[in-house]
């Protein structure tokens, strides 16, 4: 089982940045695909990046793609997710998760991560 702590959320204004951090515990990080969802209130939860392993081959939703980057430093056991240009439509709870099962493969769903974090809040501000 891997733990993951999420952090670096908080109330930024429209046009702003965020760069939220997750760490990993319990498992070999860089055997580990890893991945970002959020989940806005009423919502379901939704992909938003992922980075495979090994070769940290980057995707995105297309909802962030060129506001939002994703990397991963192994010997820090840590994955990134830097925000720029936020809008108040990516306002979420952002979920940090890890996925040991088909670490080299580009998948999306929610069911393709086994292991998740507690969440942190991103909001932003009109």
């Known amino acids: 089982q891997v733990q993951l702590v999420e952090s670096g959320g908080g109330l930024v204004q429209a046009g702003g940045s965020l760069r939220l951090s997750c760490a990993a515990s319990?498992?070999?990080?860089?055997?580990?695909?890893m991945g970002w969802f959020r989940q806005a209130p009423g919502k379901e939860r939704e992909f938003v990046s992922a980075?495979?392993?090994?070769?940290?081959?980057?995707y995105y939703a297309d909802s962030v793609k060129g506001r939002f980057r994703i990397s991963r430093d192994n010997a820090k056991t840590t994955v990134y997710l830097q925000m720029n240009n936020l809008k108040p439509e990516d306002t979420a709870v952002y979920y940090c998760?890890?996925?040991?099962?088909?670490?080299?493969?580009?998948?999306?769903?929610?069911?393709?991560?086994?292991?998740w974090g507690q969440g942190t809040q991103v909001t932003v501000s009109s």
């Open positions: 998760a890890a996925d040991s099962a088909r670490p080299t493969t580009m998948t999306r769903g929610v069911t393709d991560f086994g292991s």
């Open positions: 980075i495979t392993s090994p070769g940290s081959v980057p």
């Open positions: 319990g498992r070999t990080f860089s055997r580990l695909r």
